[in-house]
């Protein structure tokens, strides 16, 4: 059996019947869950105007989830940089980074993590993106921590970030094409691929590039990749598609346009009027994942490193329930000893 470190991405499901403080507070206890089971990361993932989501603010969660904890790395997966100053995040993972030391991780995306018009919403109508946006900010973030020098125009001499300067979080760049991988490799960077809504053929085409364009640099002498996979352990592979319906219903919801809703309930995806292509589409994604019993979730796992040539995996445990999540955690790291 490969031995890999596994972390964990947590999306903080709000679920149907339930509440925002319910779903944070089981975001809380997964933490503590994977912390015990000897897990090396737990990241949440920045998301707007998503009723079924509450980690809308990661480094508020962040710091809540560092507060519970003691040893496990805690960080974004990630901040969709774009929505915000870079300055304003060099100061909110620089004061994480004060307040607990060297166990904040800073994942960096791309998209904006919502709607067109929620997005032009929290970033004030600034303007079109262009290519050249997010390396810049990437840049920016980087001289206000100080790993790399001022910039030209005064970022981190005459403008700085307090907390930031010298409080630098480990820095990571997300993706879900080989843009991210190609800009990571470039910089010199950690890149960690979201295959577990992006997977397919261009998952380990993503790898490759983030190899190819490499670049030492002072973060970085060789590549560092994490991949992720979205996770279900149940006693058998009928158990864990059944178990698999809330989220598949809920990204189904989200993929045909319809408004953003709360996770439902198991009893509601069993019960909704499932047709034949949903079924297929539902199946699909659950073979490019690792749903099934343990021995095919770690074979998923195993095979998924080998063709991606990941350092590590970030399981993203789905389910129900706090207890299916938990189950998943345990049994996967019971799996690989840890």
Do not use: C
């Not at 994480?96 to 970033?123: C, E, F, K, M, N």
């Amino acid at each position: 059996m490969t031995t890999i470190p596994l972390s964990v991405l947590d999306l903080a499901s709000v679920y149907e019947g339930s509440s925002h403080a319910n779903a944070l507070a089981d975001t809380i206890s997964a933490a503590q869950q994977a912390e015990s089971l000897g897990y090396r990361r737990f990241w949440v993932a920045e998301h707007h105007g998503m009723p079924g989501v509450a980690s809308s603010a990661p480094a508020v969660l962040i710091g809540a989830i560092a507060a519970a904890t003691s040893t496990i790395r805690v960080g974004s997966g990630g901040v969709m940089l774009p929505n915000h100053s870079s300055m304003v995040i060099a100061e909110q993972f620089g004061t994480l980074v004060a307040l607990h030391g060297d166990r904040i991780d800073l994942g960096l995306g791309r998209a904006p993590g919502t709607d067109q018009l929620t997005a032009s919403i929290l970033r004030r109508n600034v303007g079109a993106e262009t290519v050249d946006d997010f390396p810049n900010q990437v840049l920016e973030l980087l001289a206000f921590f100080g790993t790399i020098p001022p910039l030209e125009n005064g970022l981190g001499s005459r403008v700085s970030a307090v907390p930031g300067l010298g409080d630098s979080p480990e820095l990571w760049l997300l993706g879900s094409s080989d843009f991210s991988a190609r800009l990571a490799g470039m910089l010199g960077l950690p890149f960690a691929f979201a295959h577990h809504f992006a997977g397919g053929e261009n998952t380990p085409e993503a790898f490759r590039v983030y190899r190819e364009h490499f670049t030492p640099s002072v973060v970085l002498r060789e590549p560092q990749s994490m991949v992720a996979v979205a996770a279900i352990v149940a006693d058998d592979a009928h158990e864990a598609a059944r178990l698999s319906l809330p989220h598949g219903l809920s990204m189904l919801r989200m993929r045909t346009g319809k408004l953003p809703a709360r996770v439902p309930t198991l009893a509601e995806a069993e019960a909704y009027p499932w047709t034949a292509e949903e079924t297929a589409w539902i199946t699909q994604r659950n073979g490019l994942q690792a749903v099934g019993d343990l021995a095919h979730v770690i074979a998923r796992i195993e095979d998924l490193v080998a063709t991606t040539g990941a350092n590590e995996v970030i399981l993203v445990p789905q389910g129900p329930n706090l207890e299916a999540k938990v189950r998943t955690l345990r049994e996967v790291a019971g799996a690989f000893a840890y």
